[in-house]
């Protein structure tokens, strides 16, 4: 049987009635639904092919998307949150880990299309993605999904699902393709990658396929040793001093800054570190709680997304060092 770096865990809404898909309608889309509980099981595969025909099941299964992390503990599977980390305010435990795969899912949204290119051709619309991708990729051989937007809205929307020659870490993944046009959120170990098709109510889906195998030269993609993917640490202000009220001060305006200046695809996992650093300066006393939730919040409000994002996660971040928010 396939070991663990070669499968992934499919992740299924516990209630019913929860659709893990967006949903067209006439008047617009009713976007992903968000489960807070949820139910996990680990899919071995042995190749891109194995992960073809699993992802040609999980289009027609709604309440299901898949994730990078390993579960846990398969004896706390269902009914579970997606916790990759203790929750120290509820006590809940972490029921994912991070894990090496031999797969990735590259999402490309929104790239210009040649002109006359039919968005219906999957394999035309993954052939002009591909050359803003790094070089291995352009010659692997890829399962091409096209996201619920593809076809509705202008651009390549797709999803790019490759394989690797060698277990790769989501570490890895986000430095090596840092400079390239993907969502680098797809990479955490928690993160639902969406695999279901989209529904439609009082329209038709312009697309007559959203998978489709785009062969290559070579059947894996060729990653670079992992000492050239490790991740450098961020430049970090001096230390502020327990007594120095105006180091604490350029520590949050510092920080605020750092998340302020992330590109899309890097700002929550930024903001998750800076968050946590700030909370260990916050239990040591050098910081006030609340000013660590407020430059949090700021700065990811200044990077475009919401602020109550930002709050979020400055109190999970509190809450890992036993602060209360």
Sequence with gaps: PADNTC????????????????????????????????????????????????????????????????????????GVRRLLHDDHATGERATLREAARRWVALDV????????????????????????LPPAFRVARCVIQATASHGIKPGARL????????????AELATWLAGAPVDASAFRPAQPIYTA??????????????LALLDGAEPAVRVPPAALLTPTPPPRPPRPRAADDAAGARALAWARARIAAQREGARHDTALRVAGWLAALARRGEVAPAAVVRAVAEGIADAGKPRAEGERIAAFALAKEGLAR
């Excluded at 617009?28 to 992960?51: I, K, Q, S």
């Excluded at 999803?159 to 989501?170: S, Y």
């Excluded at 098709?197 to 007559?208: N, Q, S, V």
């Design 7 to 78: 499968g992934l865990t499919v992740c299924e809404a516990a209630a019913p009635h929860l659709r893990l898909a967006k949903t067209w309608r006439a008047d617009g889309c009713e976007p992903y639904g968000t489960a807070r509980t949820v139910n996990l099981y680990p899919a071995a595969l042995d190749g891109l092919d194995a992960l073809h025909r699993l992802l040609a099941r999980l289009a027609a299964r709604p309440r299901c998307c898949v994730l990078r992390g390993a579960i846990a503990d398969p004896a706390r599977a269902r």
């Design 109 to 132: 949204d929104g790239l210009p299309l040649p002109e006359g290119t039919d968005p219906r051709a999957l394999p035309a619309c993954a052939r002009a993605a591909l050359p803003h």
């Design 159 to 170: 999803r790019l699902w490759f394989w690797l020659d060698r277990p790769t870490r989501g």
């Design 197 to 210: 098709a989209p529904l439609f109510e009082g329209r038709r889906d312009p697309l007559p396929a959203r």
